[in-house]
């Protein structure tokens, strides 16, 4: 499991552990493991010149320490950096190890010759995006160079809310002792390339704001059934889903989730979807009956008024008033409304909308626990701060929101609970389908007793995971995702 603590926590263990330490401790300590990774990298990578950019914090610090290090060792180095706004110590320790310092036009000169560069111009806290004079060093490293960032790519938001285009995208980033949400959350987990974390022996005795579940924390959550288990203990899951115009969201729904091993699956429909299920997924029993908890909504049209497909809605706005735990989908979520939201506060829901479908509930529902703001909200703009308008929903409706994306996010109702955070998936697997088969996965293990937001992190991972290994490289269907979960569980079950 990958957890990252907010800045604000960072900084005051940094500040309990200084107390401990003598002075200097702490960054020396820091210094030395990005030294090494550096180091390592500049061999590997057979470079000749590492360039720093050097900024007036501790990371730009750590920076020209660093380069200092590997100037010693014999590699040629230059520093980017403004005399007047710099850590004098570490530019004291340069200048005697025989590091170039640059400025003006002749720091970019270098910084467009450097195979690598070490960037450390700002830190966790920074502002998002650049001072000028940095952005032009930015603006001058070559496609060519490997990129380093120092405990996050300076100009993106340290909490993770905002990506700058034009701030640093690194090929890699090392940072100290934990990670921050900026490298867990979109839209700056992507300005990140690959993590180091080097520990410094920071400690926290608070929560940690984003968590990631890892391929071998799928063993403690996944529910694997013992002896004395049947289909009525293993969890039954209704599935409400599919209708004349979709009707094979209901088939990926419901093999899905007699895939993730739900003990017996109920199938309300209509009658194209139903023979589709008969014929596809023998093991589903047809019509209401007593379940574990249901998915709500995959490929359900909502506006029909045929006597089928109401008799179906009318199914499915008893499940939402009803007490099991409930998975929304696409077209269920057009029956989440105030007197559901009324219904249902306390009881366990799981929301899977994607950027568009998050951007109408909220344009439709407004925000704030009582809705006082009713405005019209853009997909581009849930896709710019995904986390801030999947908090936004769960504040509004009490449900924990699982957004559906390359990085999949899941809000709990609790602000004070990690978001989780999971990028397991090859970008194949978008496509359509897909969220239908995350539905019956992540509803079989609610059905199961998961709470919604475990189920719903621990579903986007198998998920990615068997769509991963579905691929094999290349393109890869809805359907071929779904037959694939037997085969991702099990090779995360016997991975330990």
């Given at each position: ?209 984003v968590v990631r579940l890892g391929f071998d924390d799928a063993a403690d959550l996944w ?178 929101v699982l957004l559906k994306g390359a990085t999949t996010l899941v809000v709990p109702t ?38 919604p937001a475990d189920a719903g992190a621990l579903g986007a991972l198998v998920h990615g ?32």
């Open positions: 499991m990958i957890e990252a603590w907010s800045p604000q926590d960072v900084y005051a263990a940094e500040a309990a552990l200084e107390d401990e330490l003598a002075s200097g401790e702490l960054m020396a300590r820091a210094v030395e493991g990005l030294a090494e990774l550096v180091a390592a990298r500049v061999a590997q990578l057979g470079a000749e010149t590492v360039v720093a950019l050097v900024g007036a914090g501790n990371n730009g610090a750590d920076a020209l320490y660093a380069v200092a290090h590997l100037a010693e060792a014999g590699v040629t180095c230059a520093a980017a950096h403004d005399p007047d706004r710099v850590h004098q110590g570490a530019l004291e320790a340069a200048r005697a190890a025989g590091v170039v310092l640059v400025t003006g036009a002749e720091a970019l000169e270098d910084v467009a010759e450097a195979d690598v560069v070490v960037d450390g111009i700002l830190g966790l806290g920074g502002r998002p995006g650049l001072p000028a004079e940095a952005a032009a060093w930015v603006a001058a490293i070559s496609d060519d160079a490997h990129v380093i960032a120092v405990d996050l790519p300076s100009g993106q938001a340290a909490d993770g809310s905002a990506f700058d285009p034009d701030g640093v995208l690194a090929d890699e980033t090392v940072t100290f002792s934990v990670a921050k949400p900026v490298h867990l959350l979109p839209p700056t987990e992507q300005a990140c390339g690959s993590l180091t974390v080097v520990d410094i022996g920071l400690a926290f005795d608070t929560a940690p704001a529910p694997v059934p013992g002896p004395d288990d049947d289909k009525y203990s293993r969890g039954v899951l209704g599935v409400v889903a599919g209708g004349e115009r979709y009707s094979g969201a209901a088939v990926l729904s419901v093999t899905a989730a007699v895939e993730a091993g739900a003990g017996m699956v109920r199938y309300v429909g209509t009658p194209t979807p139903e023979g589709l299920v008969r014929a596809a997924v023998p093991e589903a029993v047809h019509g209401e009956g007593r379940v574990q908890a249901w998915v709500l909504g995959p490929g359900l049209d909502t506006t029909s008024t045929r006597r089928e497909a109401t008799n179906q809605l009318d199914v499915a706005r008893a499940a939402l008033a009803g007490e099991e735990p409930v998975l929304v989908d696409a077209g269920g979520l057009d029956l989440v409304d105030d007197a559901v939201i009324e219904a249902r506060r306390d009881r366990p829901t799981l929301l899977t909308p994607h950027a568009g479908e998050l951007a109408t509930m909220l344009t439709r529902l407004g925000s704030g626990p009582r809705a006082r703001s009713r405005t019209e909200v853009e997909r581009a703009a849930v896709e710019a701060e995904p986390l801030r308008h999947a908090r936004a929903l769960a504040d509004r409706t009490g449900m924990t609790d602000p004070s609970e990690p978001v989780r955070s999971q990028a397991d998936a090859p970008a194949w697997l978008g496509t359509a389908g897909a969220g239908d088969v995350l539905a019956g996965l992540v509803g079989t293990l609610l059905a199961a007793g998961l709470a995971v068997a769509a991963d290994r579905a691929s094999g490289g290349g393109p890869v269907r809805a359907l071929s995702v779904a037959h694939g979960i037997p085969a991702a569980v099990a090779h995360l079950l016997t991975r330990r």
